[in-house]
């Protein structure tokens, strides 16, 4: 069903989609479709079983064990700029018929100009060197001269020269590195891929084997563009004039748990944050009575003011991050200098109240719409047949 005919709860993604959910410090996820031995179960089914039953697997997904958060800056800002090799296909995959890899986007600069903590946006600067040049075309044809758009120093939310949210170069950097183990997974380990798209003359020839979707945000977009640039740099394109990026309006945004989507979602997030565990609202209530108290009395106000400040943080922390003087302007009471004890705090509430509410969202159903696109997309590669035939049922 569409989005907005789909019963509250009625979909829901895997959980194994669900852990790569967060802001945390993993690398990207990938779902690798395979055909394997005995076949494919023919029963679709939109839940965890449902990947089972295609003979799908996951890679670099984090797993549930105990984490104090000691290495969060290495992890969480991605320092090294590089997750490593993604793994090889499982024992009994016997044939690579369709890889998803869904990606965060990469290291960016602080994304709100809420309130941090007093003076928080005057005693430093986030410098940005990553742009676009950019014209406006008619079918394939160039109107205008390329165009690069510079963000006036002084004149933005966020001390410096940045947009609120930019990418960072080394979060582009990133993106490339992902693009190139990609290519080393796909390309080089498995031949799934071409090498090149030399030959092909047509943009729309290669939607035939590779498709790439963004959320309407620059950070986004240029994350998946750097990413592809990676798997095919300016020497694989050959003579195609753009490879398409597609988008939609943020009001149709399926990606995120979007009220227009799906309206349960408002009444589900009010009954989440209204039952959390005791203990889990004393230590949020506490934490922004001493940081902020005018969001104290409501859980759902603490915690996404929460969030932010983790944000305001650590994008002064984070090496990846175009921000200058680096940990020197972060409030003392966070001890960045010893145990960093209410940084980690800060980090524990997040994660758990974030992971919570995913996955209340996704009961509701907030991501269903968007988990029949890609199943839907794997179930055609595994059982075009049995698609094709659905699809003609009255």
């Not at 609120?164 to 990133?174: P, S």
Request: hydrophobic share 35%; proline share 8%.
């Amino acid at each position: 069903p569409g989005p907005r005919s789909r019963p509250a709860g009625t979909v829901r993604p895997p959980t194994t989609f669900a852990t790569a959910r967060s802001r945390g410090p993993w690398g990207p996820s990938s779902l690798h479709c395979c055909r394997t031995s005995p076949p494919c179960s023919s029963s679709p089914s939109a839940s965890a079983s449902a990947w089972a039953s295609l003979g799908l697997w996951t890679a670099g997904l984090p797993t549930g064990a105990s984490y104090g958060y000691e290495d969060i800056v290495p992890r969480y800002c991605n320092s090294a700029k590089d997750w490593g090799p993604l793994p090889a296909r499982p024992v009994g995959a016997t044939e690579l018929i369709q890889v998803q890899a869904f990606v965060r986007h990469g290291a960016r600069v602080q994304g709100s100009n809420k309130y941090c903590w007093k003076d928080s946006q005057e005693k430093g600067n986030f410098t940005c060197q990553l742009s676009y040049l950019e014209n406006s075309i008619s079918s394939e044809k160039p109107l205008t001269p390329s165009f690069r758009t510079l963000y006036m120093s002084g004149r933005n939310s966020l001390k410096g020269n940045c947009a609120t949210g930019q990418l960072a170069v080394d979060g582009f950097e990133m993106h490339q590195r992902n693009g190139i183990r990609l290519r080393e997974a796909y390309v080089d380990r498995e031949g799934f891929l071409p090498s090149s798209l030399f030959g092909l003359s047509d943009v729309d020839a290669v939607e035939g084997f590779l498709s790439l979707r963004s959320t309407d945000l620059a950070r986004t977009r240029q994350s998946g563009m750097a990413l592809v640039s990676g798997l095919y740099g300016k020497a694989e394109l050959g003579s195609l004039p753009y490879l398409p990026l597609k988008t939609m309006d943020a009001g149709e945004e399926n990606m995120l748990v979007n009220p227009q989507v799906c309206p349960a979602v408002v009444p589900e997030g009010a009954r989440y944050f209204e039952s959390l565990p005791a203990a889990t609202t004393r230590e949020l209530k506490g934490l922004c009575t001493w940081l902020n108290p005018k969001v104290a009395k409501d859980n759902q106000a603490c915690f996404w003011w929460i969030g932010h400040l983790l944000d305001c943080l650590m994008s002064r922390i984070c090496p990846t991050v175009s921000f200058s003087p680096r940990n020197t302007t972060v409030p003392e009471i966070y001890e960045l200098s010893g145990s960093a004890g209410l940084l980690r705090r800060v980090w524990s509430i997040v994660d758990e109240v974030h992971w919570g509410y995913f996955q209340a969202m996704a009961k509701a159903g907030a991501f269903g719409a968007f988990f029949a696109e890609f199943y839907g997309a794997a179930l055609q590669a595994v059982q075009p047949a049995a698609v094709a035939e659905a699809a003609r049922r009255p």
